[in-house]
C-alpha cells in the first residue's frame, strides 16, 4: 500500500507562488510515476503534472506550462508542485497521485492523497 500525504496549500494573492509537496510511504513498481491533479469547485477533476521516479521525465498539461513545475527528491520520497504566478483560476483542491505507468498517472492513478486547498484571492 502507497500512502501519499500533501501539504503546502493555502491562500495566496494573485501573482504570488506556492510550492506543494507530497509525501510518499515508499517507492515501489507500482507508484513508479508520480503526478499532480486538480479538482476546482464545480468542476471535474484535472490532470496538471507528472513525473518519475526512475529518469527525469515530466509532463504537463497545457493550460499550467511555464507556471507549474514539477520536481522530486528521491532522497526524501517526496514530489513537489511549485505554481508560480498564481491566477484566481487556479483556486482548487490539488490531489497526489501514484500509478504504475504513463498513461495511467495521466488518467486514472492508483494512489491518491487526500488533497490540499489552494485558493488564490486578493
Known amino acids: 500500500q502507497v500512502q501519499l500525504v500533501e501539504s503546502g496549500g493555502g491562500l495566496a494573492q494573485p501573482g504570488g507562488s506556492l510550492r506543494l509537496s507530497c509525501a510518499t510511504s515508499r517507492r515501489t513498481f507500482a507508484s513508479d510515476f508520480m503526478g499532480w491533479f486538480r479538482q476546482a469547485p464545480g468542476k471535474e477533476r484535472e490532470f496538471v503534472a507528472a513525473?518519475?521516479?526512475?529518469?527525469?521525465?515530466?509532463i504537463y498539461t497545457d493550460s499550467v506550462k511555464g507556471r507549474f513545475t514539477i520536481s522530486r527528491d528521491n532522497a526524501k520520497n517526496t514530489v513537489y508542485l511549485q505554481i508560480d504566478s498564481l491566477k484566481p483560476e487556479d483556486t482548487a483542491v490539488y490531489y497526489c497521485?501514484?500509478?504504475?505507468?504513463?498513461?495511467?498517472?495521466?488518467?486514472?492513478?492508483?494512489?491518491w492523497g487526500q488533497g490540499t486547498q489552494v485558493t488564490v484571492s486578493s
Open positions: 497521485a501514484a500509478a504504475q505507468t504513463r498513461a495511467e498517472i495521466a488518467s486514472k492513478p492508483r494512489y
Open positions: 513525473t518519475r521516479w526512475s529518469e527525469g521525465f515530466t
